[in-house]
């Protein structure tokens, strides 16, 4: 099973809503990420977690809080978000490896809009 | 910090071969990564590169230069399904993240 599960698949919301998206994988990954995509940029990466620790922020606004309850779930809970936060949230998960040949396998994201 | 370029688009004809480049400066450097993405759809993985020279991999190739802080991706008999955006990428020395270069959108037509 190579698959990374994303729900929901699409989600709008308000600025005053509270909302999580969550990411699934079974691969035995130990290293999970959030990226934030819009259209036509690259995927930016947001938090990485190793180990069901968080090893990376991107100095992202707090308003994006993550959580990864065990090495297969990744959540991202969500807070008072701005219009300019609609994009794609990418979740990917990968082995844990120093040598720098861990493929990153990407879920199908979630599209989000704030209104 | 990170920084790789790619041409923003790139037109082929089917059938045809085509080369998306990448220059890169990076700060550490632990090899170059090419992801492909369909519009709507999850960046997948194509290609790996830590040493220099040319891998193979059906009909997508990927070189490094690490003396030219370059690389690219040759995709050969161009098929209409290979239309989407390619994107060269970096992990950080010491690292597990992935830094994304600008990528290239590549359309082919009949």
Redesign the interface.
């Given at each position: 099973d190579t698959e990374v599960t994303q729900t929901p698949k699409h989600l709008v919301m308000g600025m005053t809503n509270k909302k999580s998206l969550k990411c699934e994988q079974h691969m035995g990954h130990r290293a999970m990420y959030w990226y934030k995509q819009k259209a036509k940029k690259p995927p930016e990466l947001m938090f990485v977690y190793s180990y069901e620790k968080l090893s990376i922020n991107e100095s992202v606004p707090s308003r994006f809080s993550p959580e990864c309850p065990n090495s297969s779930l990744l959540n991202l809970h969500l807070h008072a978000l701005q219009p300019e936060d609609s994009a794609l949230y990418l979740c990917a998960s990968s082995q844990v490896s120093l040598s720098g040949t861990d493929t990153q396998y990407f879920g199908p994201g979630t599209r989000l809009t704030v209104l | 910090g990170q920084s790789l370029e790619q041409p923003s688009e790139v037109t082929a004809v089917e059938g045809a071969i085509v080369q998306i480049n990448c220059t890169y400066q990076t700060s550490g450097f632990?090899?170059l990564?090419w992801y492909q993405q369909h519009d709507g759809?999850?960046?997948?993985?194509l290609s790996?590169n830590?040493l220099d020279g040319l891998e193979e991999t059906g009909r997508f190739s990927s070189f490094l230069s690490r003396s030219d802080s370059y690389g690219y991706l040759l995709l050969q008999e161009l098929q209409m399904k290979d239309s989407a955006s390619y994107?060269c990428a970096v992990?950080d020395t010491?690292?597990?993240?992935?830094?994304?270069?600008?990528?290239t959108?590549l359309t082919v037509i009949p």
């Open positions: - | 632990y090899g990564s759809g999850a960046p997948t993985f790996y830590a994107f992990r010491g690292a597990n993240n992935l830094f994304f270069g600008t990528g959108r």
